[in-house]
């Protein structure tokens, strides 16, 4: 039996919040001086949507209706938006004299 490869398996919510991530980064100046903070944003938008592991996104996005599709961007959307504001009052909390 050979070794299968699961190097080329992936969460295909990754790709897509990483991205939204970075789009949504100039609305929050204070955290987006911070690469750690970036990636602190995107691990919680991630922990908010369900896990969706595929080999190819041109499967994945065959097999999708137009109606899931939507949805699932306006998950990420909804994700990434808790996550900024959820990074943005831990910071604060964290920045705020004793």
């Known amino acids: 039996m050979a070794n299968p490869d699961f190097t080329q ?3 295909h919510h990754e790709r897509e919040v990483f991205a939204a991530v970075m789009a949504a980064a100039p ?3 204070d955290i ?3 690469n750690d903070l970036l ?3 995107a691990c919680v938008a991630l922990n ?3 896990p969706r592991y595929i080999r190819h996104t041109v499967d994945f996005s065959f097999y999708l209706t137009e109606q899931e599709r939507l949805q ?3 998950a990420i959307v909804d994700a990434v938006a808790y996550a900024f504001n959820f990074v943005s009052a831990r910071t604060a909390m964290r920045n705020q004299p004793v």
């Open 9 to 11: 398996l992936f969460n």
């Open 27 to 29: 609305d929050y100046p």
């Open 32 to 34: 987006s001086i911070s």
């Open 39 to 41: 990636c602190d944003v």
């Open 48 to 50: 908010r949507l369900p």
């Open 72 to 74: 699932m961007d306006t």
